[in-house]
């Protein structure tokens, strides 16, 4: 009770000077408390010593004795350097501008490592780059970029390292030769091309030609085995039908000698024989001497058919 009698007895002004005091001594206790984001990191100096290094979350400072010294990015960044002039092992200059993707690893090393660390490494990224083209030549330098790269970044890597960095990734961006070199670079891959071409052309043409020479070779052994079967085949027709004339004629024996077939028999079958061979085309007929006197005897024979047939008809007339 004697609290509020105190207090409502204190004038109006010495209220307001305690309710001043309050407001700020709440605004600098809200002044002295922060929150770090994520992926950020706070380096704190207590006296201009450092303190600490707040990570990520809700932390509090002494008035007036701490400070937030910096407050430092833990993300990947990427720094574009602009083209930078080197010259090769067989004295071709060129500008090459390369991108370095970087992280901070270490914030207290980031702030009292090295002053302006991107300008650091932007100049030891020009430096170990003309090192490491001085030992390549043109056509090396323009094939052999992932060589170049790890190498580069392995050389940053182990020299920022003391400043709190980590080199993750070094590309080249750009190689830019001299417009003469780009001018004989384009006729070489023209005359590649061109080249290529050619031999692509003549192996068409040569396998073309060995292909037709195939079917050429295949037709021929196709129509040389033809040929064969026809050959086979006539022979074989040529032989069956003298074994089938062979059969007939020794057939034809055996039923002549089963019959009994004396030799004027035998004699008129052979004119019969030589009236078939007659009417052929053959110009010269050789007769035997028993076929030629067969041969009168049936004239003989005829003439005196026809004189008894003669005297018949008269015999039958009146005279």
Not at 77 to 94: C, E, G, K, L
Not at 102 to 118: A, R
Not at 209 to 219: D, P, Q, T, Y
Not at 277 to 305: C, F, H, N
């Amino acid at each position: 009770m004697s609290i509020t009698i105190s207090v409502l007895s204190v004038p109006p002004l010495g209220l307001i000077a305690l309710a001043i005091l309050a407001l700020a001594i709440l605004i600098l206790l809200i002044r002295n408390v922060r929150v770090v984001p994520q992926a950020h990191a706070f380096v704190i100096e207590r006296l201009g010593t450092y303190k600490t290094t707040w990570n990520t979350g809700l932390h509090a400072k002494m008035p007036f004795l701490d400070k937030i010294e910096r407050r430092v990015s833990l993300k990947e960044r990427v720094a574009d350097f602009p083209p930078q002039d080197v010259i090769t092992r067989d004295n071709v200059t060129m500008q090459i501008d390369t991108v370095v993707f970087y992280q901070i690893v270490d914030p207290v090393l980031y702030c009292y490592g090295i002053e302006n660390p991107i300008i650091a490494i932007e100049n030891l990224s020009a430096t170990t780059l003309r090192n490491l083209i001085g030992d390549l030549e043109l056509d090396e330098t323009l094939t052999s970029r992932d060589v170049i790269n790890t190498r580069m970044r392995q050389t940053l890597d182990e020299a920022t390292d003391p400043w709190g960095i980590k080199v993750n990734r070094v590309e080249l961006k750009n190689i830019i030769p001299p417009r003469e070199i780009q001018t004989a670079m384009e006729r070489q891959m023209k005359a590649e091309r061109e080249k290529r071409e050619k031999i692509l052309i003549s192996e068409g043409e040569k396998e073309a030609l060995i292909r037709v020479a195939e079917g050429e070779k295949e037709a021929a052994i196709l129509r040389a085995d033809a040929k064969k079967e026809q050959a086979i085949r006539e022979s074989q027709g040529r032989a069956e039908a003298i074994l089938t004339i062979q059969n007939a004629t020794a057939q034809g024996l055996r039923m002549i000698k089963e019959v009994g077939a004396d030799k004027a028999l035998i004699a008129l079958k052979s004119l019969e024989t030589m009236v078939s061979v007659a009417d052929g085309r053959s110009t010269k007929i050789i007769i035997p001497s028993d076929i030629q006197s067969l041969a009168g005897m049936a004239v003989s024979l005829k003439e005196v058919l026809n004189d008894s047939n003669i005297d018949k008809s008269s015999d039958g007339k009146p005279s």
